[in-house]
């Protein structure tokens, strides 16, 4: 059976959601895409020895940060956790001079796309893969068939499309001489509406929908993640409920549901396949 942990954004969301799923992923400010965690706010893990609890570094480190990374990693030790995301493969070469009793999960947005690709990192001491949102949940499942690790799998929540270094929001004010202090920004192109985070990582976009994932919940994987960014809290307990008591009767009902909920709902790439065409 599927364990289900969601991508929490804050503190209060954890203590309201703590009775409801099995773990969170929880990243650490400034060395995670969009995470608003400091290192201090770890100590509240003491707290879940029943949970599954993933700390998540899923950006590129900078030469400057890799001595941050590796005192993150040792401290890490201490925590009850039961592995750490990475995208950086410079995080797997510290990892493995260091004798940590967690397991890594290889996390890489847009690279974990086959059976190849994930194989290749469990030979190379990887536990599980966090598979991109960019395929089919046909190909999702073949992955999970056929691979030697476990997998974790996007089912709710905005998707991040693409991130940079660069500070194209603040840049952007900046010329234009704008006062904008908001958290969240956006943008509207051909009628979609795209949350746009700007921090110390840099720039994040996001999908203009959300995914809504829950008639494929029911499958074999190992771990569903719902993730709460820019989604309103009692809505988002809501969803969690949803995809605790989901069974073969009300799925539809659950599915329809979720689609009500939101203005902005999809399927993501579950269901349609990508065609690459050769240009002329």
């Given at each position: ?12 969301e ?31 893990l003491?707290e ?8 998540n ?38 990892y493995?001079k ?89 943008i509207?192109?051909?009628g ?27 499958i ?41 909920m ?12 990508t ?6």
């Amino acid at each position: 059976m599927s364990k289900l942990i969601t991508i929490p954004s804050s503190i209060d969301e954890v203590n309201e959601t703590k009775t409801l799923v099995d773990g969170y992923i929880i990243g650490i400010k400034d060395m995670c895409v969009n995470s608003n965690f400091n290192i201090e706010d770890l100590s509240i893990l003491n707290e879940f020895s029943d949970k599954d609890i993933f700390i998540n570094l899923n950006k590129n480190i900078l030469e400057s940060e890799i001595d941050k990374v590796r005192e993150i990693l040792i401290d890490l030790n201490n925590y009850n956790i039961k592995g750490v995301l990475f995208y950086d493969i410079g995080i797997l070469n510290i990892y493995n001079k260091l004798n940590l009793k967690y397991d890594l999960i290889i996390s890489q947005e847009h690279a974990l796309t086959n059976t190849a690709t994930v194989n290749y990192w469990c030979a190379n001491g990887i536990k599980c893969a966090y598979l991109s949102s960019d395929i089919t949940i046909n190909e999702v499942s073949e992955i999970k068939k056929s691979s030697d690790c476990k997998v974790m799998v996007n089912l709710f929540g905005y998707l991040p499309m693409f991130v940079s270094r660069r500070h194209i929001v603040k840049n952007y004010l900046d010329y234009f001489k704008l006062d904008d202090n908001s958290s969240i920004n956006y943008i509207e192109k051909e009628g979609a509406i795209y949350p746009i985070i700007d921090n110390n990582v840099g720039t994040q976009v996001y999908s203009g929908n959300i995914l809504n994932g829950i008639k494929y919940s029911l499958i074999n994987l190992d771990y569903i993640v719902l993730n709460s960014f820019n989604i309103d809290l009692d809505k988002f307990i809501d969803v969690i409920k949803m995809f605790i008591s989901v069974n073969e009767k009300n799925i539809l009902e659950y599915d329809d549901k979720i689609n009500n909920m939101f203005p902005n709902v999809d399927y993501g790439f579950l269901e349609r396949k990508t065609i690459y065409k050769v240009g002329k």
